[in-house]
């Protein structure tokens, strides 16, 4: 009888056992897709934050908010316009004081991303969860127009990590050599050496002699292309990552005359109100136009009461919808000169060493 019962219990649990595995390995996917995003939840609490100064002109970036805002409601994401004053962050600098101001708020959520308050959103379809990767905690993005790392937009994880890095980065105001230094842009690429790079010290310090002695642009831009250098092509540097030219979330409209595509770009970066310029009937080709001036992709302003997930359809003008391959064939060109232009840059090393 025990030998009967046994025969019995088995022909009934290898199917209910390979049932709950199947169950057990869809569930423990869906999890493991969930913390490639960087969360424990779905969605994951993602918030976009803008920091302005109490001075800020905010009609000035009006059409920029709006993108921002409806695009944010779309997706579930919090928008958040904050004011540099309102943090308690002691740093002069407005630039530093911005990183300060995004530190404190990170807490509050999963994952923030930082803009800069003149980038608006052409595609809204697109969401921020697919730039996320489990391990990276904080992504930075190489500017387009040359080889610096960009300051302004950065997307960062709810992590101790990241905290941290982003309160180092606001307090390098208080490293700044006396020279031509660029501001935050200038020091993140110096910060990033030193906690990127700990063992290679030699180099770090031939970078920050041209770093101490720099009197204008060229001379920032050469101390910016021996970081590069040291960086090499890589992305992922531990827990950071630094995305190349065009794969990131943002780029400048002037670059191709505001000409975009939907499978290119997800934000374009230069919209002041005070540079809006009409734009042409005449056809355009993605070629640069002057880097102060910008063409509104939208065709007319956007509804806000309209916004809410699902509805995720905008009405652009066509005009400035451009061919994908042209748009991507113009901006190789344009990487192609910036890799020349830094690698000349480069060359200017030994001045300053």
Same mark, same amino acid.
């Not at 920029?64 to 004053?85: G, S």
């Not at 092509?233 to 595509?261: C, P, Q, Y």
């Given at each position: ?9 088995? !022909?009934?649990?290898?199917? *209910?056992?390979?049932?709950?595995? #199947? ?21 994951? =609490? ?9 001075? !800020? =002109?905010?009609?000035?970036?009006? !059409? ?65 969860? %697919? #730039? ?31 905290? %941290? ?18 501001? %935050? ?15 290679? *010290? ?88 002057? !880097? ?51 690698? =000349?840059?480069?060359?200017?090393? =030994?001045?300053?060493?």
């Amino acid at each position: 009888m025990p030998l009967e019962r046994i025969n019995i219990s088995s !022909t009934w649990t290898f199917p *209910s056992l390979f049932l709950l595995c #199947f169950i057990y390995v869809v569930v423990f996917s869906i999890l493991d897709l969930n913390s490639e995003a960087g969360s424990s939840e779905l969605p994951p =609490k993602i918030a976009i934050v803008m920091v302005l100064t109490g001075d !800020t =002109k905010e009609n000035n970036y009006q !059409t920029a908010f709006d993108t921002i805002r409806c695009y944010a409601k779309i997706h579930n994401y919090e928008f958040v316009l904050a004011v540099d004053t309102d943090y308690n962050c002691p740093h002069k600098d407005k630039f530093f004081r911005r990183h300060c101001v995004v530190a404190k708020i990170l807490p509050l959520y999963q994952a923030v991303l930082f803009l800069d308050a003149d980038i608006g959103v052409v595609n809204p379809q697109r969401k921020i969860e %697919d #730039f996320l990767r489990r391990g990276i905690d904080i992504i930075f993005a190489n500017r387009f127009y040359n080889w610096e790392i960009a300051a302004g937009y950065y997307l960062v994880r709810n992590t101790t990590f990241a905290v %941290d890095l982003l309160n180092e980065f606001a307090d390098y105001e208080y490293k700044l050599p006396n020279s031509f230094h660029g501001t %935050d842009n200038g020091a993140l690429h110096i910060l990033l050496a030193e906690k990127l790079f700990p063992y290679a *010290s030699i180099e770090t310090e031939m970078c920050r002699s041209a770093y101490n002695k720099s009197k204008n642009f060229n001379d920032l831009f050469t101390y910016e292309a021996c970081i590069k250098a040291m960086m090499g092509v890589g992305t992922d540097f531990g827990k950071v990552r630094i995305l190349k030219k065009g794969t990131g979330w943002a780029r400048d409209g002037w670059l191709t005359s505001m000409m975009w595509h939907p499978e290119i770009d997800f934000m374009i970066h230069g919209w002041k109100s005070n540079q809006l310029k009409p734009t042409p009937n005449t056809p355009l080709k993605p070629k640069e136009m002057g !880097t102060s001036q910008w063409y509104n992709p939208l065709n007319g302003t956007i509804d806000l009461a309209k916004c809410h997930p699902g509805n995720s359809t905008w009405s652009f003008d066509r005009r400035l919808l451009g061919d994908k391959e042209e748009i991507l064939n113009s901006l190789k060109k344009f990487e192609e000169q910036i890799i020349i232009q830094q690698m =000349k840059s480069y060359a200017r090393m =030994k001045e300053f060493l």
